[in-house]
């Protein structure tokens, strides 16, 4: 099976930006271990004001979130994955868009051949495809980038569909 590194294109220098997110999430809320404080909380945020907002199907700044029709398309590959709505609220036009946070399965899948920085940082990211199992979409648990990783039948039923401003690049698998 094959895989890839879902992104934002970053070529869209207009695509909308969420301001104060971690004013009210907390970085270790995006795990399955705390569903219960994410339904819990009210997720609203305001826009970065530019003279242009491009709204994006994916949005992988500060947080990955989902348009509607994209989270759509994952439940049905991934119908159990938790998912809380997100408002995006563009004070200046007065528009509110409904996108939404999934939290992902960490996966232990990170082959012995991928390599790093000094730092720690990724430098050349190579998973292992029978650790995967059955996950559609997921997190690369041992690495601190937030890469999210789809398999390739999800791969294939994004490109099919006119979503917008999202880019895959293929991972290495041994």
Known sequence: MNYFIMTQDERIAQ?????????????????????EELEEAILQFDIKPKRENVYL????????????????????FAPR???????????????????WLLVLPR?????EQSEFHPNGALKRLVIEGANVKRHTIFQ????????????????????????????????EHV
């Open 15 to 35: 695509a909308v930006v969420p301001t104060g997110v971690f004013d009210v999430i907390r970085p270790e809320w995006l795990t399955p271990d705390y569903q």
């Open 140 to 171: 690369v648990e041992g690495i601190r980038e937030p890469h999210i990783i789809i398999d390739l039948r999800l791969a294939e039923a994004l490109l099919r569909r006119d979503f917008f401003g999202i880019r895959l690049k293929k991972v």
């Open 107 to 111: 996966v232990a899948c990170l082959s």
């Open 57 to 76: 199907d994916f949005l992988d700044r500060p947080i990955p979130l989902y348009s509607d029709r994209l989270k759509e398309l994952i439940h049905k």
């Open 81 to 99: 994955l938790f998912a809380k709505s997100v408002v995006l609220a563009d004070q200046e036009r007065v528009r509110q868009d409904v996108y």
